[in-house]
């Protein structure tokens, strides 16, 4: 599986946007882009998915470069019970039950 | 809809036994994948279970081997324990691991395992 490069750690401040970044410069064309989370002591979270397109859904939007080597994942407004580790995944085709997890990135959210 | 259960939640051992982790998958999903994490990591994949078959195994030794059933619950057997298998243990349901492209995985709260 190709490999994402995410910084270890990020700070936000409740109720504002946060963008977490996710580098994957050697993705393939079929690969899928995936972000997941996990909240301590729990087990991770799946949060979304894209594969070219932009996607949204109620957790939050992911933003795929149009070259897809990066990808961000934007919470519009943080709240303390975003504050997770957040990895940042590719699948090849019809691997994404079968996941590779980097170390992710950890984000606190303060008051 | 019941989510991913595991048993139990926390476990010790020495070195040298053998343990047995459970899992419940999520109603509806036939495809069970087992998931290492070690402390400050990200959890690593062991292997896969698709309607009772393994498909697919991480780069684990064959000291780690698994069974599902036919109600698609499973379990983790591990030999011969080394400390270094001191974990925490992730199960993860999915609808279809076999055919969709996207399967989206649902973990379980994991069983904490030390080994002394």
């Known amino acids: 599986d190709a490999k994402t490069t995410q910084p270890n750690s990020m700070e936000s401040n409740e109720e504002e946007p946060v963008h977490l970044p996710c580098n994957h410069s050697?993705?393939?064309?079929?690969?899928?882009i995936h972000w997941y989370r996990q909240l301590p002591s729990q087990g991770p979270e799946y949060v979304i998915h894209?594969?070219?397109s932009n996607v949204n859904n109620r957790m939050a939007s992911l933003a795929i470069a149009e070259d897809r080597k990066s990808s961000t994942l934007i919470l519009h407004r943080a709240t303390l019970r975003d504050a997770a580790v957040y990895y940042c995944?590719?699948?090849?085709?019809?691997?994404?039950?079968?996941?590779?997890f980097g170390t992710g990135t950890r984000l606190q959210v303060t008051l | 809809e019941t989510g991913v259960t595991q048993s139990p939640t926390h476990l010790i051992k020495t070195r040298g036994q053998q343990v047995t982790l459970r899992c419940s998958s999520q109603?509806?999903?036939?495809?069970v994948s087992w998931y290492q994490q070690a402390l400050g990591q990200g959890p690593q994949f062991i292997f896969q279970?698709?309607?009772?078959?393994?498909?697919g195994r991480g780069n684990f030794p064959p000291r780690f081997s698994g069974l599902q059933f036919p109600n698609y619950s499973s379990e983790l057997n591990v030999n011969a324990l080394e400390l270094d298998d001191s974990a925490l243990y992730l199960c993860?349901?999915?609808?279809?691991?076999?055919?969709?492209?996207?399967?989206?995985?649902?973990f379980g709260p994991g069983t904490r395992l030390t080994v002394l």
């Open positions: 109603s509806g999903h036939n495809t």
């Open positions: 993860a349901s999915s609808r279809n691991g076999r055919i969709d492209l996207t399967d989206t995985q649902y």
């Open positions: 894209g594969l070219t």
């Open positions: 279970y698709y309607r009772e078959e393994e498909n």
């Open positions: 995944i590719l699948s090849a085709k019809g691997t994404a039950s079968k996941l590779t």
């Open positions: 050697t993705i393939s064309g079929t690969d899928y």
